[in-house]
């Protein structure tokens, strides 16, 4: 009896299906033509086009869609792009977690491009390289030749990830959704950057963009409370040191909004507890020091906490 009800549960087990998000890396040496096929992609398939921007010089470009569910799996994909001026940059951001690997020849440095990837797929492991060109041949590379975009393309990728799957070449990454504390963090920061860009300063309007892109669409497994609190400080460190009437504005829109965030008074919270105890109060200190309104004892005190916090790091 016993060994029978194990079999009808590794039964019902066998019928539940399995959920994995994979990852696909668009990359080559042409920005254009990873646009290109990144776009035929997404009209042949679905999904929302999302953009996020970084605060260096790069763009996030991706978009998610769900196959029906096959023999047990129910498969979803990410699939992704990184603009870059820099080749070796793109190569490495593009890359970085993927679980295949789609090269769109597209310029003179087709094989250039391949190098730079291989050194991080040496990294990653034994990922599915699909080369999105049906008539053209790329020198060095051993993938799976595909028609360069649409439907096509995108069935030749589905395969190839699934099949590597199958074979346990690859994992994936378990498909969930973000916890309702997550997205309620992270639309209070999104509403907040939102507010930063709007009576901030035009230098640093990138850097707001791109934290509430980031907060709103987060990378594979960034979908966390912990996740938010390190992106926070990025956004408030600004307006915890500035002053000036757009300051005081924002802290005030702030708080009429509801959203939970307060103002720091970094100097004062250190001041009190007598020692810096991480990097960002560290930064902060540093940039504060010389404001007019401390007095030359604090100055002195916080100038020995700084050296203590620095040979502290320094194994000291």
């Not at 990852?23 to 992609?41: H, I, M, R």
């Not at 378990?174 to 950057?193: C, M, W």
């Not at 507010?195 to 594979?220: F, K, Y």
Request: some cysteine; aromatic content about 8%; charged content about 25%.
């Amino acid at each position: 009896m016993a060994d029978g009800m194990s079999r009808f549960a590794g039964c019902l087990w066998y019928r539940r299906d399995v959920k994995r998000t994979f990852q696909v890396a668009v990359f080559g040496a042409s920005n254009a033509a990873n646009k290109k096929t990144l776009a035929s992609w997404q009209r042949a398939r679905g999904g929302e086009l999302i953009e996020v921007p970084s605060v260096l010089a790069h763009t996030t470009r991706f978009f998610d869609y769900e196959l029906a569910a096959d023999r047990g799996l129910r498969a979803r994909f990410r699939v992704r792009m990184v603009t870059d001026s820099r080749l070796e940059g793109q190569a490495f951001l593009a890359l970085i977690g993927s679980d295949a690997v789609v090269l769109v020849p597209g310029g003179t440095h087709d094989a250039d491009a391949w190098r730079e990837a291989q050194e991080h797929l040496a990294t990653y492991g034994d990922l599915p390289v699909i080369v999105a060109s049906s008539s053209r041949a790329v020198r060095e590379v051993k993938g799976v030749p595909a028609a360069a975009g649409g439907l096509p393309l995108a069935e030749a990728v589905e395969r190839e990830v699934i099949a590597a799957f199958r074979a346990r070449r690859i994992k994936g990454r378990p498909t969930s959704s973000p916890s309702k504390s997550y997205v309620t963090r992270a639309n209070a920061l999104a509403e907040a950057a939102q507010l930063a860009t709007e009576i901030g300063p035009r230098s640093m309007l990138r850097l707001h963009r791109s934290i509430r892109a980031s907060a709103l669409h987060p990378d594979l497994g960034f979908a966390t409370v912990s996740s938010l609190a390190s992106l926070e400080p990025t956004l408030f460190t600004f307006w915890n040191e500035s002053h000036g009437p757009h300051v005081a504005t924002f802290w005030r829109e702030i708080a009429r909004r509801g959203l939970p965030f307060r103002r720091r008074d970094v100097i004062g919270e250190v001041l009190a507890r007598g020692r810096i105890t991480n990097r960002n109060d560290y930064d902060t200190v540093t940039d504060l020091i010389a404001d007019e309104q401390l007095t030359a004892t604090q100055r002195r005190r916080l100038d020995s906490m700084l050296g203590a916090y620095g040979n502290a790091r320094a194994g000291r």
